[in-house]
């Protein structure tokens, strides 16, 4: 049982259901996630993921953004269910980095950014598949990436695949993940923001997505707040100055 990942266009079996668990952290990508899944599915509810972060910034944008989406797409809005909070906070403190811990964004030994959580996703996806299972929902929705990102191992097709057939085995049923943004540029990802729901969620995205692992929110940039330098903001700077420049 592998993973269904699509980017547009929804297959026979996508059309066929009727509910989606978006994985929402409140960035970018989690935001136009969400975007992605009001459009497609008749009702669809949120969760986030406690697990100990350095700043509080990226929680509290959540419900901004929550908020900002059925003003940004009205015609959704009756879609929106229900908001989940999961507490890891013990897993972060196990899965030492420095998004949880006071510690210098860099390359370490293997290559991976100091920001990486290990097994982040993978400990998202097991939490969201119990919570779905009893919520009744019955796909998973995620901004994982391996196009424009920072190397996470568990981003990627190969472990999104891995994990939806280890879900369907654990839980005896078919559990389908949904990753929009696989294939995507950041640039990419702007466009399709901006296709489904024009001005108003690209405007809500720039004021009130939080992506910045520094937990900037003092400087505002065009494409949005954060420090400008860290990894995650220049990836989304790149992003929408390369979607800017096409429009």
């Not at 908001?83 to 890891?88: C, E, M, S, T």
């Not at 943004?181 to 901006?194: N, V, Y």
Request: charged residues 25%; proline residues 4%.
């Amino acid at each position: 049982m592998s993973a269904i990942l699509e980017t547009t266009v929804p297959t026979a079996e996508q059309i066929a259901q009727k509910t989606a668990l978006v994985l929402f952290s409140g960035g970018q990508d989690s935001a136009t996630c969400l975007a992605w899944a009001l459009e497609r599915f008749d009702r669809v509810e949120t969760v986030g993921f406690d697990y100990g972060q350095r700043h509080v910034v990226e929680m509290q944008a959540r419900q901004a953004v929550r908020a900002g989406m059925t003003k940004a797409l009205p015609q959704y809005a009756s879609r929106l269910g229900e908001d989940h909070v999961v507490d890891l906070t013990g897993y972060g403190r196990i899965a030492d980095s420095a998004l949880t811990a006071d510690r210098k964004i860099e390359m370490d030994a293997r290559g991976l950014p100091t920001t990486f959580v290990p097994g982040r996703n993978l400990i998202f996806l097991v939490a969201a598949a119990a919570l779905a299972d009893r919520r009744g929902l019955e796909v998973l929705v995620g901004g994982m990436c391996e196009t424009d990102f920072s190397g996470y191992p568990d981003c990627r097709h190969e472990t999104m695949e891995a994990m939806a057939r280890a879900l369907s085995l654990g839980l005896d049923k078919p559990v389908i993940i949904d990753t929009p943004l696989m294939w995507l540029t950041k640039a990419q990802t702007w466009e399709l923001a901006d296709r489904i729901g024009g001005e108003p969620l690209v405007r809500l995205i720039v004021e009130d997505t939080h992506t910045c692992y520094r937990g900037d929110r003092a400087h505002r940039h065009v494409w949005g707040y954060g420090c400008g330098e860290c990894p995650a903001c220049e990836l989304r700077e790149a992003g929408y100055q390369e979607w800017a420049a096409a429009k």
